[in-house]
């Protein structure tokens, strides 16, 4: 009897723990054991690493990697070019973020409207978001090096140094690209949200006597508010992160590491130099930083 | 029910053990390295890496295949290095991977402290008679090679002494003398510069790569540093040498080039040299395989503040060493066959093959048939007499980093005094050195 009553209990609390639909976890098994494995324990890895003077080394190798403790966090915050790398997201952020959002509501809003040659529109604000980078890359150095189309349209009153090596322009540059590059992507977002807004809200809007510009701010902005704080939080995730701009458009982070980003600085001490307890130190802090900002943006937009 | 601070605390409890589990199971892992002194008796099938061009390809295949047919049993797999952003990176992935070849030919010297560090190569000393076979290929060069504590983590293999090419019909379209340029002295290969720009319709005298990668330095810095110095490292018993006098009087020689425009800012979207945007480039023989039939070209060595005769001048030897990996579990075939493909007969092969200079003395002597055939390598045989190395130290690519940085703001966009910047990067790169 005293099993008996022992044993009720557990079996409550094994079906509870399954939830009512057992199989379910089986459905979601399959997706948890990639996000384990993918997103969570590199997680895991670079949070442990950041703590020690780690660098890779051949399996079975024996070498010494002590603990640290913060030492690569108090590192960091002591690095001037971190620090400048910090500030050249700031930059990044702050010119292509809001940039993002304007130019892809603005473009999604005229590419729903029925205009001649739309699909062709659809179709070549989307290509420079699925060409490889390396590719437009070439094209954008053509255009802004210091006899490239770009100066030679502007003359006299181009910048010297030119744009990509110019410690002013650099960074906005990369930002001007970043947007341009993306654009495609956060537009389809935007086409699907504006598909989502009943047309009987437009109607009362005329009923009411709005015109183009105040239906657009009244019911438009309104109705894409979900779709603008997606495309706040993944253009800030995706921004801070940029690498292959300054890799390759900037030479390297030039001029004078102006346009140096934290992804970049992670990948010269961490890959280049081995120093991978601190190139991880700097992730986990581009990470937090990321999470913070992002639920700052949510915040803000999702407030009623 | 559970309140919702109950379910917070769990699920909190659950993301805690789940961080844990992560945490523990990342400390862990790793395969069993090779047993070293098994290894290094053991014989059988090995895998090589070699470099990605033409050239070298058709040199690898071919000492494989010869090798191949003369140890049925210890059978040799070669392949191109796997393609990455540089070969180190790749080099470095498989180190940590466990899966590194045998032997890599093109390992670069400046990395090699950093795989020693790593675990991931094998010191060739261990071998009995390695140091012996290194020496007497390499000769006195050899010493430039070893690590701090007197292994070799590297076999010397060949070089690409760095000298200035430069277009002989952009020299005479500017009036100058294309067989006997004015380029010895600074202030002669400035104004030089100055007269290809005014009257050679290019766009850049001399066009190096102004990028903040940590190797540009070893294309424009660098040799003429080597040749002011007579043959002196960036780093020489843990002293930065860079910001002495004849340091400072190449980075002030660099300013002029950058301040009068003699070389642009901005990297070039293709090959300045190869298109004829720039007169002159600072190139090894390799580029005389590329530009041979393009161009009517010369070659003189880097100039120097008061110049110095070619037979004295030293430069940077652009250097590939062999590396073998600790990955190799068949040690003894992999140092049989790295003798072997380092032989004099297939050191000419390689001579034959890509115009490179297997990392041997008097090379012009040892070769007199293969120089008598292309006279057109012999200044770069006989410049492969006076060479350096980047210093085998530790940290070395963050002292290059290091070193590119403070260049790049005072030499190169000119926001400092090198007088002031050079000094200061002296200090973190002794500060660097010195930490191993």
């Not at chain 2, 059978?75 to 940590?96: F, L, M, N, Y």
């Not at chain 2, 090699?112 to 000769?139: C, H, M, W």
């Not at chain 2, 070769?367 to 130290?393: G, M």
Request: hydrophobic share 45%.
């Amino acid at each position: 009897m005293a099993t008996i009553a022992a044993t009720a209990p557990r079996a409550r609390r094994i079906r509870r723990a399954l939830g009512r639909h057992p199989v379910g976890l089986l459905f979601v098994l399959p997706y948890a054991a990639f996000l384990v494995l993918v997103y969570a324990y590199p997680l895991g890895l670079a949070v442990y690493m950041s703590f020690y003077d780690y660098f890779f080394a051949a399996p079975g190798a024996v070498v010494e990697r002590p603990f640290v403790g913060f030492d690569n966090y108090t590192t960091a915050f002591g690095d001037a070019i971190f620090l400048e790398s910090l500030g050249n997201v700031v930059t990044f952020l702050v010119i292509n973020v809001p940039l993002t959002v304007a130019l892809s509501l603005v473009l999604a809003t005229a590419l729903n409207a029925k205009l001649p040659l739309r699909g062709f529109f659809r179709t070549a604000y989307y290509i420079p978001y699925v060409t490889a980078s390396v590719a437009v890359i070439g094209v954008w150095l053509w255009l802004f090096s210091d006899t490239g189309l770009v100066n030679s349209a502007l003359g006299p009153v181009a910048p010297a140094p030119p744009w990509l090596v110019n410690e002013f322009w650099a960074m906005p540059m990369i930002a001007f690209f970043a947007t341009w590059k993306q654009l495609g992507f956060y537009v389809v977002l935007y086409l699907a949200a504006l598909q989502n807004i009943p047309s009987d809200l437009y109607d009362a809007a005329s009923v009411d006597g709005a015109g183009a510009l105040k239906s657009f701010r009244h019911v438009t902005v309104p109705g894409v508010r979900p779709a603008t704080t997606l495309v706040v939080i993944l253009s800030t995730i995706v921004g801070a992160n940029f690498f292959t701009e300054p890799y390759l458009l900037t030479g390297g982070g030039g001029p004078n590491n102006s346009s140096v980003s934290p992804v970049l600085h992670m990948y010269r001490r961490g890959i280049e130099q081995g120093d991978a307890g601190y190139a991880a130190a700097i992730g986990v802090l581009l990470a937090i930083g990321v999470i913070v900002i992002s639920m700052v943006n949510r915040f803000i937009l999702e407030r009623d | 029910m559970l309140t919702h601070k109950k379910r917070f605390t769990k699920r909190g409890r659950v993301t805690a053990a789940g961080l844990l589990l992560l945490l523990v199971a990342a400390a862990c892992g790793g395969e069993e390295a090779a047993d070293p002194q098994q290894a290094a008796e053991a014989t059988g099938p090995i895998k090589i890496w070699y470099s990605n061009n033409p050239e070298e390809i058709a040199w690898g295949e071919k000492i494989v295949k010869q090798w191949n047919a003369d140890n049925p049993d210890e059978e040799v797999t070669g392949q191109e290095i796997p393609a990455g952003e540089t070969s180190e990176e790749v080099i470095q992935a498989a180190i940590s991977a466990g899966n590194a070849p045998c032997l890599v030919y093109n390992t670069a010297p400046a990395a090699v402290p950093q795989f020693q560090k790593q675990g991931g190569l094998v010191n060739l000393s261990d071998f009995p008679d390695a140091d012996s076979y290194i020496e007497e290929r390499t000769g006195a060069d050899a010493a430039q090679y070893q690590s701090p504590e007197g292994g070799y983590y590297q076999m010397p293999w060949k070089t690409n002494p760095v000298m200035i090419f430069y277009n002989k019909k952009i020299f005479e379209q500017a009036g100058l003398d294309a067989e006997n340029p004015p380029l010895t002295t600074h202030d002669e290969f400035l104004e030089t510069g100055q007269t290809l720009i005014d009257e050679g319709g290019v766009e850049a005298a001399i066009w190096p790569a102004p990028t903040s990668e940590f190797f540009q330095s070893w294309f424009d810095f660098y040799p003429l540093f080597i040749a002011e110095t007579g043959g002196t490292p960036l780093v020489e018993d843990g002293q930065a040498q860079f910001a002495s006098d004849a340091g400072l009087q190449v980075a002030d020689f660099w300013s002029q080039i950058y301040e009068n425009g003699l070389a642009k800012k901005e990297a070039y979207n293709g090959d300045a040299f190869g298109e004829e945007k720039s007169a002159m480039a600072i190139v090894g023989p390799w580029a005389i395989a590329v530009y041979g039939e393009s161009i009517d070209w010369g070659v003189v060595p880097v100039p120097t503040a008061d110049g110095t005769p070619p037979e004295e001048t030293f430069t940077f030897s652009d250097e590939k060493s062999v590396g073998m990996y600790s990955a190799c579990e068949n040690r003894g075939t992999a140092w049989e066959f790295l003798k072997e493909s380092t032989s004099e007969a297939n050191d000419g092969a390689l001579l034959d093959a890509t115009g490179q200079m297997p990392t041997r003395p008097n090379l012009t002597d040892t070769f007199s048939d293969y120089f008598d055939k292309n006279p057109e390598y012999t200044p770069f045989a006989e410049q492969a007499n006076r060479l350096q190395e980047v210093p085998v130290v530790e940290n070395s690519i963050e002292m290059w980093q290091t070193f590119r940085d403070s260049y790049s703001q005072s030499v190169i966009f000119g926001k400092q005094s090198p007088d002031d910047a050079f000094p200061e990067a002296a200090d973190q790169i002794e500060s660097l050195v010195s930490e191993g």
